[in-house]
């Protein structure tokens, strides 16, 4: 895990904090994917965590161990929220393609625990900010024959439920991996269960568009989430740091 730090970081205080998990397909991946997210945010007030993962190209795995890592990950900030001065009940998962799966997952899937895990501390995160998320591992959806029919208990589509943590979704309209329709059709489940949900659907955009080498496009959806991020209470609306 790598942290950002707000600048002024008050040791008597507990902060918010973002927890990013990058895509790749859970082949491959890099965790400076989320860098220019968590040096923005980490401005803003919020503790960021690049977190790295087991992924197939690197360690020979399979999706089932990257999201065995991504629990663990949010375990251990529970675990230690006083070293990191985090606030235990204001902890964000976030991420992209794989990585959003990554990130929903641990919010909606109660398997894939390692077993030296401690499960009495919770894996679930308050609030999700989901970038072309690979949110469908069933038939048809993204992954299916590597998951097979283990997306019963895999696919965060194929989960949801009551309680689920506020969500914000970001999606291209030309995304090849990911259809509309799947967005939209999580939005509904999402709106059914009564949980909050946001979806920003961004014309003629394919998949990985938010990433900061679009800069456009970076910019748009770090100000989306950050406007999610405060009306869930994360964030205060000044002083808004710029965008660059």
């Given at each position: 895990?790598?942290?950002?730090?707000?600048?002024?970081?008050?040791?008597?205080?507990?902060?918010p904090?973002?927890?990013?998990?990058?895509?790749?397909?859970?082949?491959?991946?890099?965790?400076?994917?989320?860098?220019?997210?968590?040096?923005?945010?980490?401005?803003?007030?919020?503790?960021?965590?690049?977190?790295?993962?087991?992924?197939?190209?690197?360690?020979?795995?399979?999706?089932?161990e990257?999201?065995?890592?991504?629990?663990?990950?949010?375990r251990?900030?529970?675990?230690?929220?006083?070293?990191?001065?985090?606030?235990?009940?204001?902890?964000?998962?976030?991420?992209?393609?794989?990585?959003?799966?990554?990130?929903?997952?641990?919010?909606?899937?109660?398997?894939?625990?390692?077993?030296?895990?401690?499960?009495?501390?919770?894996?679930?995160?308050?609030?999700?900010?989901?970038?072309?998320?690979?949110?469908?591992?069933?038939?048809?959806?993204?992954?299916?024959?590597r998951i097979g029919?283990?997306?019963?208990?895999?696919?965060?589509?194929?989960?949801?439920?009551?309680?689920?943590?506020?969500?914000?979704?970001?999606?291209?309209?030309?995304?090849?991996l990911?259809?509309?329709?799947t967005?939209?059709?999580?939005q509904?489940?999402m709106?059914?269960?009564?949980?909050?949900?946001?979806?920003?659907?961004?014309?003629?955009?394919?998949h990985?568009?938010?990433?900061?080498?679009?800069?456009?496009?970076y910019?748009?959806?770090?100000?989306e989430?950050?406007?999610?991020?405060?009306?869930i209470?994360?964030?205060?609306?000044?002083?808004?740091?710029?965008?660059?």
């Open positions: 895990m790598e942290v950002y730090y707000p600048d002024s970081i008050n040791a008597a205080k507990n902060y904090a973002m927890v990013f998990y990058f895509g790749g397909g859970w082949n491959g991946g890099d965790i400076n994917q989320f860098a220019p997210h968590a040096k923005y945010f980490s401005k803003r007030g919020i503790v960021c965590i690049l977190v790295d993962y087991r992924v197939r190209d690197r360690q020979k795995t399979t999706p089932f990257s999201l065995k890592d991504a629990k663990t990950s949010i251990f900030i529970r675990e230690h929220a006083g070293q990191f001065h985090i606030d235990t009940s204001r902890i964000v998962a976030a991420g992209g393609s794989a990585g959003g799966h990554l990130a929903a997952a641990t919010a909606l899937i109660d398997d894939y625990n390692e077993k030296s895990e401690n499960l009495s501390v919770s894996a679930i995160p308050n609030a999700l900010v989901l970038f072309n998320p690979v949110i469908d591992n069933g038939p048809g959806g993204y992954g299916f024959e029919e283990a997306y019963k208990n895999f696919s965060p589509l194929h989960n949801i439920k009551a309680g689920m943590p506020p969500t914000i979704l970001f999606l291209g309209t030309n995304d090849d990911i259809p509309v329709e967005a939209k059709y999580f509904k489940a709106e059914k269960v009564k949980s909050k949900s946001v979806l920003h659907l961004y014309e003629g955009q394919r990985g568009f938010f990433n900061y080498k679009n800069f456009e496009y910019k748009k959806t770090v100000t989430t950050d406007v999610f991020l405060q009306s209470g994360y964030l205060q609306k000044n002083p808004i740091i710029e965008i660059k």
